[in-house]
C-alpha cells in the first residue's frame, strides 16, 4: 500500500500504467472524471487503474483516527468492492480541491471533522466510477446499464461478467453522471458492518508501515534546535566548543528568526550530544518569567472581577436577581492546568530540494496547507514548486497543526542556512515537546447555580477565564466573534441543556506559553464543570443525577439525541444498581456534532486507592460508518480524558516547564481501567466527528463517580494533586 504521494508522482504513475479513470472534482467544484491524458485537469478521491486496482486518495491525515479506513469504505461502499480490494494514498497539498469544507480554502483535519466533511464526495466519487463502469461495460455488451451490477470488484449481469479494468479505458472517456445514485442504506455491505476492520493496522503490526520519523533519506542530516527554557527567550550567541568533541557533530549555527540555535549531525545520537553540550547565550528581556501559582492567581482574579464579555449577550442583572431569591445557591470554583499534547511520536519532519529545484517536505502534515504556504515563503517559490508529501504520524491530538506551522518552519529555517546539497531532518525529542510545545491552555470557571424549593433550576451565573488559543492566530476571523473565542466556552454557551436563567462572562488571561487546540479542546473543561455542576445541583435536589438531568432536555432534537445516549449508558451500566463497594458517576455531553455519555463505575476508596472497574459508553454520531473504528477511538479518547486528568499538569517555575518526559508527566496505563463498554446508536443521520468526542465526558463522569463514593468534589486538577490516590 502506497502511504505518500504528490500530485507530480501521482500523474507520473497515472501515465506509466496506462489507462486511468479518475474521478473527484475540478477547481469549480463540479464532479469529474478523466483517463491520464487528461489528467492534469482533475484532482481525484479515487483512481482505478486497468489492472482493476482501485485506490482511494485520501485528503484526511492518519494519526491513528481512522479516516484512511472510512473514506476508502465509502468509495468502496459505492463502487461494490471488498475491503481487501481497495488500497489507500494521502492526498497531495491542494486546498483548491481537498480543502476542509469547515475550514474554508485550507486543507487540514481536525475537529472530528473528516467524515462529517467528506461523507458525500467520497460517496459521490465511488458512485460516479460505479455507473461509468457499468456505461462502459453496458456499451460494449450492447445491453440496458441498469441490468448490471458490480459485487466484490466484478461487473455482473445480462449473462456475463468481467473485472473492473476491463474497461476502465472506455470508462475514462465517458462524462461523469451530475448526480450520481448513492446506494440507499438497504443496500449497505461495509458502511456500518461491524467486521469492517482497518486498512491500515496489518502494515502498523507487521512493522512496514512508514511514520515521518521512520523516513531515512540517503546522505541526510539530523537537525535538533537548541531552545530557551522560557517562552520568548532569544539566542544572541553560542559556542560549540564541546559539541565538536562529539562524532558526527557537523555544525550549529542560530536560526535567522532567533528562536534557537540549530544543531547538525550525521545522526540522531549525535544531534542530541552535540546539542547537550552546545552554550548558548540568551537574551530573557522579553521572555516569560512566571509560575504556575501566579497564572493561577491571574485566572482566579479574572473570576472575581467584572467579565470582559457577554458571551450570550444575556440579562446578567435577571441572573443576579434569580440567584438572590433562590431557595438554595450552590457554587463551586473550578482551575484546570496546562496540559501537553504528548503523543507518542515526537514532532519531525524532513525536507529535500530535488534537481529541478523544488523542495520536498515529508511529514506526518496534520493542515499541509499551513507548512506549504510558510515553506513558499521561506524558499520565496511559488506553491507549486513545493511539495507536501504526507506520511503516517504516531498521534497527535491537535499538536501536528500549530497556526504557525511552527515546527516545519524550524525545518525550514534549518535547511536555508545549509547549501541545499543534503536532505534535513529534524527531529524533537519527547522532553523538547514536552518543555518548548504547545499546551492546552490554563481556564478557570466560577459557577453559582440557584434553585428553588423543588430543586429546579431558576438562574445559572457561569464565569470563565483563560488563555485564548485562536486570538493573534490566522484563525481568529473565523472563531472569534464580538471579542469572544469560541473555543473558551464551547460547551458551555452551546450547551443542549435547556437552563433558564443564564449569564455567562468570558475574560481572556495573558498566556504564559504558546497555547494550542488539545483533543476536545474547549470542551475539555467546559464538559468538566457543567457535568460536575449538575451532579452537584441534582445532590443539592436530593434527586437522582440522570433523572435530573433529563429534565432539562425535553423539547428539541438536540435535546432528544443528548438524552438518548444518556438513557443508553445508564441502562447498559446498570446505573444505580452497582455491586457493593463500587460507586457510579455520570456525564453527557455533546461535542463536534456527536451526542456521548459515559457512566464510570469504581471502587476503593481516596485515600488507600480508587480503581476504576468500568467505563460504560453510548456514543451517537449519526450513521456509523466504521463501528470497530468508532468503538476505539471512545476507547482512545476516555482513556485520553481521564488518564490526563488523573495525573498530569504542566507547571511552570520562572516561565521554565518544570516536567520532561513521562515520568513526571505520566500518560495512562493499561492498567489503570479494567474495561470500556461501547455502545452505538443506531441512526440514519449524516455522519458526525468520533476522534474527540469521547474525551470530554469521560474525566467528570470520574469526578461524580469519585465523589458518589465518599470522596472529595474534584474542582481542580490533576485528581492526584487534590485528595485522590489510585490503586
Not at 23 to 36: F, I, M
Not at 273 to 300: C, F, H, N, P, Y
Not at 346 to 372: K, S, Y
Not at 526 to 537: G, H
Request: net charge negative; glycine share 10%.
Amino acid at each position: 500500500m502506497t502511504m505518500n504521494t504528490s500530485r507530480r508522482n501521482f500523474l507520473k504513475s497515472a501515465a506509466a500504467t496506462g489507462a486511468v479513470l479518475m474521478v473527484g472534482l475540478r477547481p469549480n467544484g463540479a464532479l469529474a472524471a478523466s483517463g491520464s491524458g487528461t489528467s492534469a485537469q482533475l484532482t481525484p478521491f479515487v483512481k482505478i487503474s486497468a489492472d482493476g486496482t482501485v485506490t482511494a486518495i485520501v485528503k484526511h491525515f492518519e494519526k491513528g483516527q481512522g479516516p484512511a479506513t472510512g473514506l476508502s469504505t465509502l468509495i468502496a461502499e459505492e463502487i461494490g468492492l471488498r475491503m481487501d480490494q481497495i488500497s489507500y494514498e494521502f492526498a497531495p497539498s491542494n486546498p483548491e480541491i481537498y480543502n476542509n469544507l469547515f475550514f474554508g480554502p485550507f486543507q487540514g483535519t481536525g475537529g472530528s471533522t473528516a467524515m462529517a466533511n467528506s461523507f458525500m464526495q467520497y460517496r459521490n466519487a465511488g458512485a460516479a466510477a460505479r455507473e461509468m463502469l457499468l456505461t462502459a461495460a453496458a456499451e460494449a455488451w450492447g445491453v440496458d446499464p441498469g441490468s448490471l451490477r458490480i459485487e466484490e470488484g466484478v461487473i455482473i449481469g445480462a449473462g456475463q461478467s468481467a473485472s473492473l479494468g476491463d474497461f476502465v479505458a472506455a470508462a475514462s472517456k465517458l462524462t461523469p453522471p451530475e448526480t450520481p445514485r448513492l446506494k440507499e442504506p438497504s443496500e449497505f455491505r461495509l458502511i456500518g458492518n461491524p467486521a469492517v476492520r482497518r486498512l491500515d493496522s496489518p502494515i502498523k503490526v507487521n512493522g512496514s508501515a512508514m511514520f515521518a520519523m521512520d523516513l531515512h533519506l540517503p546522505n541526510q542530516m539530523v537537525v535538533m534546535i537548541a531552545r530557551p527554557e522560557q517562552r520568548g527567550g532569544l539566542a544572541t550567541g553560542f559556542d560549540d566548543t564541546g559539541a565538536k568533541d562529539v562524532k558526527g557533530f557537523l555544525q550549529a549555527a542560530i536560526l535567522p528568526n532567533k528562536a534557537g540555535v540549530a544543531v547538525y549531525a550525521e545522526n540522531t545520537w549525535a544531534a542530541m550530544q552535540a546539542r547537550d553540550a552546545l552554550s548558548v547565550e540568551w537574551d530573557l528581556s522579553s521572555a516569560e518569567t512566571r509560575g504556575s501559582d501566579e497564572i493561577k492567581s491571574e485566572i482566579m482574579a479574572a473570576l472575581e472581577a467584572e467579565p470582559s464579555y457577554n458571551v450570550l449577550q444575556s440579562d446578567q442583572s435577571a441572573t443576579r436577581s434569580a440567584l438572590d431569591d433562590a431557595a438554595q445557591v450552590v457554587e463551586q470554583t473550578f482551575y484546570f492546568p496546562l496540559l501537553a499534547h504528548a503523543p507518542m511520536e515526537p514532532l519531525n519532519c524532513t525536507i529535500e530540494a530535488t534537481e529541478d529545484g523544488r523542495i520536498v517536505l515529508h511529514d506526518g502534515a496534520q493542515m499541509p496547507t499551513g507548512p506549504h504556504m510558510a515553506l513558499s515563503q521561506i524558499f520565496e517559490l511559488p506553491m507549486e514548486k513545493i511539495e507536501v508529501r504526507t506520511m503516517l504520524a504516531g498521534g497527535s491530538f491537535g499538536r501536528r497543526a500549530t497556526p504557525d506551522a511552527d515546527y516545519q518552519v524550524e525545518a525550514a529555517l534549518a535547511f536555508v542556512m545549509t547549501d541545499r546539497s543534503r536532505p534535513v531532518k529534524l527531529v524533537w525529542s519527547r522532553e523538547d515537546d514536552l518543555r518548548s510545545g504547545y499546551y492546552r491552555p490554563a481556564f478557570g470557571h466560577k459557577v453559582r447555580v440557584g434553585i428553588d424549593d423543588a430543586g429546579g433550576i431558576v438562574g445559572w451565573d457561569h464565569r470563565i477565564a483563560g488563555q485564548s488559543i485562536m486570538k493573534d492566530t490566522p484563525f481568529e476571523a473565523m472563531v472569534v466573534k464580538d471579542g469572544v473565542d469560541h473555543s473558551s466556552v464551547e460547551g458551555a454557551s452551546d450547551t443542549p441543556y435547556q437552563i433558564p436563567g443564564v449569564f455567562m462572562g468570558l475574560t481572556d488571561t495573558k498566556k504564559a506559553t504558546s497555547t494550542l487546540w488539545w483533543r476536545a479542546v474547549g470542551h475539555t473543561h467546559t464538559a468538566y464543570v457543567m457535568e460536575v455542576m449538575m451532579d452537584m445541583v441534582a445532590q443539592a435536589a436530593g434527586q437522582d443525577p440522570v433523572q435530573y438531568r433529563l429534565q432539562y432536555l425535553q423539547d428539541g432534537t438536540d435535546q432528544a439525541r443528548m438524552a438518548s445516549v444518556l438513557k443508553l449508558a445508564a441502562e447498559k451500566a446498570g446505573w444505580g444498581s452497582a455491586p457493593e463497594g463500587r460507586s457510579q458517576g455520570v456525564a453527557v455531553h455533546k461535542s463536534f456534532g456527536s451526542y456521548v455519555a459515559e457512566v464510570v463505575e469504581v471502587s476503593g476508596d481516596p485515600s488507600d486507592g480508587i480503581k476504576i472497574e468500568k467505563v460504560t459508553c453510548a456514543v451517537d454520531c449519526g450513521i456509523a460508518v466504521n463501528p470497530d473504528v468508532i468503538k476505539a477511538q471512545m476507547e482512545g479518547g476516555i482513556g485520553y480524558g481521564i488518564g490526563h486528568n488523573m495525573r498530569d499538569q504542566i507547571t511552570l517555575s520562572g516561565g521554565a516547564v518544570d516536567q520532561f518526559n513521562f515520568p513526571d508527566y505520566e500518560p495512562l496505563r493499561i492498567g489503570d481501567i479494567k474495561e470500556i463498554d461501547v455502545h452505538i446508536v443506531d441512526s440514519n443521520e449524516a455522519p458526525t466527528g468520533v476522534g474527540e468526542p469521547g474525551t470530554p465526558p469521560a474525566a467528570p463522569a470520574l469526578a461524580n463517580a469519585i465523589s458518589a463514593i465518599g470522596g472529595p468534589r474534584l474542582s481542580a486538577l490533576p485528581m492526584v494533586e487534590h485528595g485522590v490516590n489510585f490503586a
